[in-house]
């Protein structure tokens, strides 16, 4: 432990020492930035970025397996009829109402649907200028410490509450506002965005190569495509906030520390719904099951598509496990639900798989999107294909919140189905999971019923997705 010696001053000295302190600690508005900024200036290292990790590149089939119609198959014991679920009340959730402050400047931006306003200072629309060093980032970084930030923070968080956003919206709704600051200088928006979430609490860092500046952040769940470099054992990774997949591979420098008390990892989970101002379209679903042609008119958010968008691809487990915007899933829940009401689990199974079988184009990721892609049950409706994942991801969710049955993904080489558990025993092909007995579904196999596989996987133990 270092003991510096007692500084003795004359009278005089000491109170022109007084005010030299006194304005130092104004300049910075917390006492951490002048410390950090100091080490900005001193302390950078050589990072090697490094291709993100890739999903299951097995190719799927390009045209899919017809199972040949079979009467509808009676279960060997009584299964238990469905019941009407329960279904909650749809509720719309408007962020309040931002009072222009009365001195000072603010903002708008729009931020799916929603018109939001923040006040900021001028520091904020400083311009970095065209030489990216150290010792630049630093003076950028002390310039913004300097303002008086706190108002922004304050609004940024009321939004974050009143919008209901997980840490990923948080993020973009952040870079939203700050392209509204900077228009077309993404150095500008990248050090901003990264002041404002390290202000926030969270682990956000940058790097940088001769040509631009990048943010990085950890996550508590793996990303795919996306690069990245390995720092104190976390992975950086290099996000791309305009919905790009395009990885960036190379050297680059970061500064060797942590911002004090910025602690906070994103969590990419979607526990609950975005809340845009919504912009509805109809998607309409046409599938034959028993003998008779059923017609389902469902309505969805583009601006939940939109934000879905911009998600850096995610472990499967994720896209299972997300939730569905309470009007869609209202109105799935209620088209669907007079279909099965009365009907045995088996029969209701069965009739929820035609359903997602037939009503729906099938494609390819590599032939719609060019890349593998999974998508969340609103791109599904979106969207003009779908393929093996996206099927089960909707058919597994529609299983839990309109049968109440235990649903597990299946994960073959190439391929993606599901298996439930039903109340009673069942015919068919199933699976062991925890010492309980799934029946395999396939929900892209056409005209399969509960039981039924894919004749190349009857040989295959899949893999079981949990979620």
Same mark, same amino acid.
């Given at each position: 432990?270092?003991?510096?010696?007692?500084?003795?001053?004359?009278?005089?000295?000491?109170?022109?020492?007084?005010?030299?302190?006194?304005?130092?600690?104004?300049?910075?508005?917390?006492?951490?930035?002048?410390?950090?900024?100091?080490?900005?200036?001193?302390?950078?290292?050589?990072?090697?970025?490094?291709?993100?990790?890739?999903?299951?590149?097995?190719?799927?089939?390009?045209?899919?397996?017809?199972?040949?119609?079979?009467?509808?198959?009676?279960?060997?014991?009584?299964?238990?009829?469905?019941?009407?679920?329960?279904?909650?009340?749809?509720?719309?959730?408007?962020?309040?109402?931002?009072?222009?402050?009365?001195?000072?400047?603010?903002?708008?931006?729009?931020?799916?649907?929603?018109?939001?306003?923040?006040?900021?200072?001028?520091?904020?629309?400083?311009?970095?200028?065209?030489?990216?060093?150290?010792? &630049?980032?630093?003076? /950028?970084? $002390?310039?913004?410490?300097?303002?008086?930030? #706190?108002?922004? @923070? *304050?609004?940024?968080? =009321? !939004?974050?509450?009143?919008?209901?956003?997980?840490?990923?919206?948080?993020?973009?709704?952040?870079?939203?506002?700050?392209?509204?600051?900077?228009?077309?200088?993404?150095?500008?928006?990248?050090?901003?965005?990264?002041?404002?979430? &390290?202000?926030?609490? /969270?682990? $956000?860092?940058?790097?940088?190569?001769?040509? #631009?500046?990048? @943010? *990085?952040?950890?996550? =508590? !769940?793996?990303?795919?495509?996306?690069?990245?470099?390995?720092?104190?054992?976390?992975?950086y990774y290099a996000i791309h906030l305009d919905g790009s997949r395009g990885q960036q591979l190379g050297q680059v420098y970061t500064y060797d520390a942590h911002y004090p008390r910025a602690t906070k990892v994103l969590d990419m989970r979607l526990s609950t719904a975005l809340a845009t101002l919504p912009q509805y379209e109809t998607k309409h679903l046409t599938f034959r099951y028993g003998g008779k042609s059923h017609h389902l008119k469902i309505n969805?958010?583009?601006?939940?598509?939109?934000?879905?968008?911009?998600?850096?691809?995610?472990?499967?487990?994720?896209?299972?496990?997300?939730?569905?915007?309470?009007?869609?899933?209202?109105?799935?829940?209620?088209?669907?639900?007079?279909?099965?009401?009365?009907?045995?689990?088996?029969?209701?199974?069965?009739?929820?798989?035609?359903?997602?079988?037939?009503?729906?184009?099938?494609?390819?990721?590599?032939?719609?999107?060019?890349?593998?892609?999974?998508?969340?049950?609103?791109?599904?409706?979106?969207?003009?294909?779908?393929?093996?994942?996206?099927?089960?991801?909707?058919?597994?969710?529609?299983?839990?919140?309109?049968?109440?049955?235990?649903?597990?993904?299946?994960?073959?080489?190439?391929?993606?189905?599901?298996?439930?558990?039903?109340?009673?025993?069942?015919?068919?092909?199933?699976?062991?999971?925890?010492?309980?007995?799934?029946?395999?579904?396939?929900?892209?196999?056409?005209?399969?019923?509960?039981?039924?596989?894919?004749?190349?996987?009857?040989?295959?133990?899949?893999?079981?997705?949990?979620?």
């Amino acid at each position: 432990m270092l003991v510096s010696s007692p500084i003795i001053f004359a009278n005089d000295d000491f109170a022109q020492w007084q005010i030299i302190q006194q304005q130092s600690f104004q300049t910075f508005k917390d006492e951490r930035d002048r410390e950090f900024t100091s080490f900005l200036k001193k302390r950078w290292r050589k990072m090697q970025l490094r291709q993100g990790s890739k999903r299951d590149n097995k190719p799927k089939p390009k045209l899919l397996p017809i199972a040949k119609l079979k009467p509808l198959p009676k279960p060997t014991h009584h299964l238990p009829r469905i019941k009407p679920p329960v279904l909650k009340p749809v509720q719309i959730i408007r962020p309040p109402v931002i009072v222009k402050p009365p001195k000072g400047k603010s903002i708008n931006t729009l931020f799916y649907g929603h018109r939001l306003q923040f006040p900021y200072e001028s520091a904020f629309k400083t311009r970095f200028g065209r030489n990216i060093n150290k010792k &630049t980032i630093s003076n /950028y970084w $002390a310039n913004l410490s300097k303002a008086d930030y #706190k108002p922004l @923070l *304050l609004q940024l968080k =009321k !939004q974050h509450t009143a919008l209901r956003l997980n840490d990923w919206a948080y993020v973009l709704l952040i870079h939203q506002l700050v392209k509204r600051l900077h228009p077309n200088r993404p150095t500008e928006q990248t050090l901003i965005t990264w002041f404002l979430l &390290t202000k926030g609490g /969270y682990q $956000a860092r940058i790097a940088y190569d001769k040509n #631009k500046v990048y @943010l *990085l952040m950890p996550t =508590k !769940q793996a990303l795919y495509g996306v690069s990245f470099f390995t720092f104190d054992k976390k992975r950086y990774y290099a996000i791309h906030l305009d919905g790009s997949r395009g990885q960036q591979l190379g050297q680059v420098y970061t500064y060797d520390a942590h911002y004090p008390r910025a602690t906070k990892v994103l969590d990419m989970r979607l526990s609950t719904a975005l809340a845009t101002l919504p912009q509805y379209e109809t998607k309409h679903l046409t599938f034959r099951y028993g003998g008779k042609s059923h017609h389902l008119k469902i309505n969805y958010d583009k601006q939940t598509v939109e934000f879905f968008r911009t998600y850096p691809q995610l472990d499967i487990s994720m896209y299972f496990s997300s939730v569905i915007q309470p009007k869609t899933s209202k109105q799935l829940l209620e088209r669907l639900k007079p279909l099965v009401i009365g009907k045995s689990e088996l029969d209701a199974i069965n009739l929820l798989l035609g359903f997602v079988q037939t009503a729906f184009e099938y494609k390819t990721d590599k032939a719609q999107f060019g890349e593998e892609n999974y998508l969340f049950p609103e791109e599904t409706l979106f969207y003009p294909y779908s393929d093996c994942e996206d099927r089960s991801i909707l058919f597994a969710w529609l299983v839990k919140n309109l049968l109440g049955l235990e649903v597990i993904g299946l994960d073959y080489p190439g391929h993606i189905a599901t298996a439930v558990r039903f109340n009673g025993k069942v015919n068919g092909m199933s699976i062991r999971y925890q010492g309980r007995r799934y029946m395999i579904t396939d929900p892209t196999f056409i005209n399969a019923r509960a039981g039924m596989v894919m004749p190349q996987f009857k040989k295959t133990n899949p893999k079981v997705i949990k979620f």
